[in-house]
């Protein structure tokens, strides 16, 4: 224990705990495709179709684009949570302002929040803020009655009270530079020993000079570390950024310039505290004013701090000002339009887009599924799966070609063949969707791809039974019809290929999911099951968050039992949940984590190692009954 015990008695101690392994969700899809309005390649969660008609708008009809209906049909059969990625080319708005720097280069990038041509008409001004702080370095004089080695007396001890520790001083009629270590009555103590003694003279504050940083005003109050100052007496001015504030001492990020002369002759030398204001204005709303900005992350007004406009986003360019400070600002402008704000043309959104798109996910860690119902060509098909194999928490859920035939030239076996994903990160299902026409008024039915729909019913299906059930057998709610009907030989060939048909039963009012089957190789058979693979996922990523407090502790036998003791607890909940198969959790599964694999040359790389095996729960896709009949009667039996 870290705590050494010195007093008998009894104490207490409160250890942290661990805690069981919690299952991550499965459910939560996300979506990418064009959309009315909306941020462009900004994933944007979402928890009902309300909140995406008001962040994206509604359907787009003609040409007709299927996200919007696709999010509807998720929400319609039991999703509850998803991301929205829209794509497009449309362009937000734009202006990068100039620092003060010469050469000048870029400070900061105002940003129209909204794609397309609206952003044009907002306008920008960047002003100096008005002085926030007016104060003046600080003077002080006493009258010498002896001075020498490392201490000045002066005459009148009410005097010496005018001056501080940290001063740099002088006597005048000498060049000579000194700075105050503490103060005791008349007398004053130096930090260094005087070149020579004096029995007369003024002391006073030293001149500021060139190179010097740190110095003294008479009242620091409202100045701060990152405060631009303007420095100036007569003709002489430079601005400098304070680095460090203390009581009433302020040092720069650089030395001073310039000479400033403090006798009590001399103009007193100004110090004003000022930054800059940013002033936005939109077309339809009131202009929107912030005040006395700062460059510096350490002020109390720091841009990114500050600015909140609801028209546009304010951030430092792709490329920042190499200007140092306080010539990093943004340099006084005029008000001035954004530029560059494009519509968007859907008709010209490329596979390029939607893998911009997919990009935007990397950093979404609780997305487990994906949809993009508006493609269902190679490349960007390949691109979900290639996307799900790499980030290996989510599943890809493949739309098939509309009118695509079951065999022949450009069937759903030809697509198929296209989009195998070695351990079965996705599933295609066939064919497309009849629903009424929500922009209907006289019952019309259009075509809809069916991922939409089918996600949702992968969200009823986890939370009515688990991730371990197929998501099959479901009907399809908002469904009246599909675009074609199948054979039975036709639905056995197309089974056998792994594509997932819906189909309709003369019992049921809704066409029904009749396929769990991922695109994994007719030879990979562990992951030939979509629940299989969600399962999988799901066991492994709540895992993996589950022992994260495991990093960094102490790599021995301890740990290895912590972590064998976590991961069984959890893996035994999964069993009792029926998501494996055996009849003890020792037939359903196994935790190692021992010496065998954690040798010395494993841990001296700071790994440990944990082999887990799991046995999952396949479907009963085929279920076989046996009638036997003879003389005597009859008998039937499933196997």
């Known amino acids: 224990m870290a705590t050494t015990y010195k007093i008998p008695g009894v104490h207490i101690e409160e250890l942290p705990a661990t805690g069981p392994i919690s299952g991550v969700g499965t459910s939560t899809v996300a979506f990418i495709g064009p959309a009315a309005e909306g941020p462009i390649n900004v994933p944007t969660k979402i928890t009902n179709w309300s909140q995406f008609k008001d962040n994206f708008g509604e359907y787009i009809p003609s040409p007709r684009h299927y996200m919007a209906y696709a999010v509807e049909g998720f929400f319609k059969n039991g999703g509850t949570v998803a991301y929205i990625v829209r794509v497009g080319t449309a362009a937000r708005a734009f202006l990068e302002l100039d620092d003060r720097a010469t050469p000048s280069g870029k400070a900061l990038r105002v940003e129209a929040r909204q794609e397309g041509t609206a952003g044009n008409s907002i306008n920008v001004q960047v002003q100096d803020a008005q002085i926030v702080r007016t104060a003046e370095a600080a003077r002080a004089e006493a009258t010498v009655s002896s001075a020498a080695n490392n201490k000045i007396t002066v005459t009148d001890a009410s005097d010496a009270e005018d001056f501080k520790p940290g001063d740099v001083v002088t006597i005048e009629t000498t060049t000579e530079r000194v700075t105050i270590d503490r103060i005791r009555g008349a007398d004053i103590f130096l930090t260094s020993t005087l070149s020579g003694t004096h029995s007369s003279g003024t002391l006073r504050i030293a ?56 006798a009590s002759a001399d103009a007193a030398v100004g110090i004003e505290s000022f930054e800059f204001n940013l002033i936005i204005r939109g077309p339809s709303q009131p202009d929107e004013t912030f005040t006395a900005l700062s460059m510096d992350s350490r002020h109390s007004r720091y841009f990114s701090k500050i600015v909140n406009s609801v ?97 022949g030239a450009g069937s759903i076996i030809d697509q198929r063949a296209n989009l195998e994903s ?35 019913i992968y969200a009823r299906s986890d939370a009515q039974y688990g991730v371990h059930k197929a998501p099959a057998n479901e009907m399809i709610a908002g469904a009246l019809g599909l675009e074609r009907k ?154």
């Open 486 to 639: 199948l054979t039975e030989t036709e639905l056995g060939e197309v089974n056998v290929e792994g594509i997932n048909v819906i189909r309709t039963f003369p019992n049921r009012t809704r066409p029904t999911v009749w396929g769990a089957r991922t695109t994994a190789p007719a030879a990979e058979a562990p992951w030939r099951y979509v629940n299989v693979r969600r399962l999988l996922l799901y066991i492994e990523e709540s895992i993996e968050e589950g022992i994260r407090w495991a990093v960094f502790e102490p790599n021995n036998r301890a740990l290895w039992k912590k972590l064998t003791r976590r991961i069984s607890e959890f893996l035994t909940r999964v069993w009792r949940d029926g998501a494996l198969f055996g009849a003890t959790p020792e037939e359903a599964f196994y935790v190692k984590c021992d010496e065998e694999l954690n040798p010395k040359a494993v841990r001296e790389l700071g790994q440990v190692i944990v082999e887990v095996g799991v046995a999952p729960v396949r479907p009963a896709e085929f279920v076989i009954v046996r009638i036997g009949q003879w003389a005597g009667g009859s008998e039937t039996t499933e196997s």
């Open 422 to 456: 070695q351990r079965g990160y996705a599933a295609l299902y066939y064919p497309w969707l009849s629903i009424a026409d929500p922009q209907g008024s006289n019952g019309q039915n259009i075509l809809v791809p069916p991922s939409g729909h089918l996600v949702g």
């Open 207 to 262: 001149d500021l000079i060139p190179t010097q940083k740190t110095f003294r005003v008479d009242n620091g109050s409202g100045l701060e570390v990152g405060s631009v100052i303007e420095i100036s007496q007569g003709t002489n001015q430079e601005n400098k950024v304070i680095d460090k504030l203390a009581a009433d001492f302020v040092t720069l990020n650089q030395g001073l310039t310039n000479t400033y002369t403090m």
């Open 311 to 407: 028209s546009v986003t304010v951030r430092l360019p792709d490329t920042p000002s190499v200007a140092t400070p306080p010539n990093n600002r943004p340099a006084v402008l005029a008000a001035t339009n954004l530029a560059g704000g494009t519509a968007d043309n859907l008709s010209a959104i490329s596979a390029t887009h939607y893998q911009k798109g997919i990009n935007a996910l990397n950093l979404v860690d609780d997305v487990n599924v994906l949809c993009i119902p508006d493609r269902t060509d190679t490349t960007v098909q390949q691109a979900m799966i290639t996307h799900c194999e790499t980030m290996a928490d989510r599943f890809a859920v493949l739309d098939p070609v509309r009118n695509a035939p079951p065999f």
